[in-house]
């Protein structure tokens, strides 16, 4: 009785000692009960109690600390290992991304407990294809430290301890840079110090789909630097696709300026060329990746422009395009003003004596589109 009450280092052996010493002595039948929690492993500590109720013919004369009516109880306490279930999930905002698109990920980590976590890490691999826009993060109790490097093919988040039901989230927007063979694939992981029951749940992958892209480029360039009204000239046209994707229903339009005429035009193979005295339109149904062709139109000048001449060249898809800064191209020439300003001095006789009088005449001519005023006149002159 004294060893049972006074100390309960290993229960069933307490148990069946205190047990075996009562038939023994006594021969009579005892009743006892001894209570585990069920979230034993669950706690940084756990209490157990075992009491025992002897028959009511047994007087119990034991001076243990707990005893009511003939029950005699006693309890310790025992060391559990601490463990924390720690948990994580990503979730993507689009199911198929594009080179050049942006989009975001969002990783939401939390402890279940029981115990706190040490030394929390939460690591995200980007994956191929994919470098770092922006991120952000946040975390429901305690600090977590967050240092996202923009252009960064991954982000790392610590926190010293994430107590029992702290949770938290990191916000991740990437950049796709590449269109990877088959998919954008990206892991995230959670790890600590404090031991995990459930390791299963400690890292999340998010799969998605590479959508077409095609890089398309177009280019312009006039053979001549300045024009003059009537001449022709030519304007050579370069279209590219740099890929990865074929680009659909890719279409080349130049509206020509007012002061242009268009002459002929000629498009590569892959272009249906259709023009008319003021655009042309070239279009392709499926432009592959690593396209390069050329369009050649050549033109009149009908007139001159107030200042220099502007005629701008662009091209579309339904493929997106990761880059649209070199989708239009813009070729500007100069029209000089006097390059064919002509004058003329005609003498109104082929031959002249000292004290005669007769006349030049001067003609100075402007050729349709000048800039310079019409100026025509007789200038009589006397010798
Ligand atoms: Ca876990
Ligand atoms: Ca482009």
Known sequence: MTKFCGSVEGHVLSLSTF????????????????????????????????????????????ACGSVTSGVCSATDLDDVTPSANLGVTKV?????????????????????????????????????????????????????TFNPVVGATGVTATTAT???GVSGTLTIVVTVNSAPAGSLTNTVGIT??????????????????????????????????????????NYVITVGNAGPSAAANATVTDVLPTQLTLISGVASAGLTLQTSTTQITATAASLASGFAGTITLTVQLNSAPAGSLTNTVGITSTTPDPTPGNNTATSTISVGASADLGITKVASVTSGTVGATFNYVITTEQRPGRLLDQHRGHHQHHT
């Open 192 to 233: 600590s110090t404090t031991p995990d029951p459930t390791p299963g749940n400690n890292t999340a992958t998010s799969t998605i789909s590479v959508g077409a892209s095609a890089n398309l480029g177009i280019t312009k360039v006039a053979s001549v630097t300045s024009g003059t009204v009537g001449a022709t000239f």
């Open 92 to 144: 993507a905002s689009v199911t198929t991304g594009t080179v050049g698109s942006t989009f975001t990920y969002v990783v939401t980590f939390g402890n279940t407990g029981p115990s706190t976590a040490n030394s929390v890490t939460i690591t995200d691999v980007l994956g191929a294809g994919m470098v770092l826009y922006t991120a952000s993060a946040q975390i429901s109790a305690g600090t977590i």
């Open 19 to 62: 047990v075996a010493r009562l038939f023994l002595a006594l021969l009579v039948v005892l009743g006892f009960s001894m209570a585990i929690p069920s979230t034993a492993v669950a706690q940084t500590t756990v209490t157990n109690v075992v009491s025992i109720t002897p028959p009511a013919t047994i007087v119990n004369t034991n």
């Open 162 to 164: 994430l107590g029992n």
